[in-house]
């Protein structure tokens, strides 16, 4: 069975720096392009990064371009997310999200962690 | 970026009836060498993440049920619920994987 299980959420003052992980389990994680998708509270879905298979190609949102870097340890089926210069508008649920087909980064996504909750308030 | 609409951005429809979402792009998500448009549903229910549904526009995820349908090519998509059931009631996305990924904003579904 395929788990996703986000940590690291919390509470963080603007300005502040935070570090999602994602732990994975029952695929070869190994293989798969992984995003970050964030929801605000009661907004819709936002792609934020994304990595390929081997962590050589990533992908940023505009709007988190230079302070969000996506990483991960394939030894470890861990996927990272470290925040910087967090803002008010940073404030989401992070979701950790599977591509569904292999070694494609450009696909539909078949599995989602429950998420972690970001909030970033003085 | 390719942006994704959707409409209605809520809807009340009766138990039985049919449900009708509609998604559209700025611009094409067919990709002419597979003939295949980037296009998928997912269905977000409150507290979970989401679901999907709907792959390469109109291939339905396994576990879904048939009442679940999509079609459309190019930049003009509908998802289609042929019988509206109380376990429907969510909030449905739209999303390209043609380019990166964008959703749309949403289309909340209620009962009437």
């Known amino acids: 069975e395929v788990q996703l299980v986000e940590s690291g959420g919390g509470l963080v003052q603007p300005g502040g720096s935070l570090r999602l992980s994602c732990s994975a389990s029952?695929?070869?994680?190994?293989?798969?392009?992984m995003y970050w998708v964030r929801q605000a509270p009661g907004k819709g879905l936002e792609y934020v990064l994304a990595?390929?298979?081997?962590?050589?190609?990533?992908f940023y949102a505009d709007s988190v371009k230079g302070r969000f870097t996506i990483s991960r340890d394939n030894s470890k089926n861990t996927l990272y997310l470290q925040m910087s210069s967090l803002r008010a508008e940073d404030t989401a649920v992070y979701y950790c999200?599977?591509?569904?087909?292999?070694?494609?980064?450009?696909?539909?996504?078949?599995?989602w962690g429950q998420g972690t909750l970001v909030t970033v308030s003085s | 970026d390719i942006v994704m609409t959707q409409s209605p951005d809520s809807l009340a429809v009766s138990l039985g009836e049919r449900a009708t979402i509609n998604c559209k792009s700025s611009?094409?998500?067919?990709?002419?060498?597979?003939?295949?448009?980037?296009l998928a549903w997912y269905q977000q229910k409150p507290g979970q993440p989401p679901k999907l549904l709907i792959y390469?526009?109109?291939t339905r995820e396994s576990g879904v049920p048939d009442r679940f349908s999509g079609s459309g090519s190019g930049t003009d998509f509908t998802l289609t619920i042929s019988s509206l059931q109380a376990e429907d009631v969510a909030v449905y996305y739209c999303?390209?994987?043609?380019?990166?990924?964008?959703f749309g904003q949403g289309t909340k579904l209620e009962i009437k």
């Open positions: 390469w526009a109109s």
């Open positions: 990595i390929s298979s081997n962590g050589g190609s990533t």
């Open positions: 999303q390209q994987y043609y380019t990166s990924a964008t």
């Open positions: 029952g695929f070869t994680f190994s293989s798969y392009a």
């Open positions: 999200v599977k591509v569904m087909r292999a070694s494609t980064i450009s696909y539909c996504f078949d599995y």
């Open positions: 611009q094409s998500v067919l990709y002419s060498s597979n003939t295949k448009n980037y």
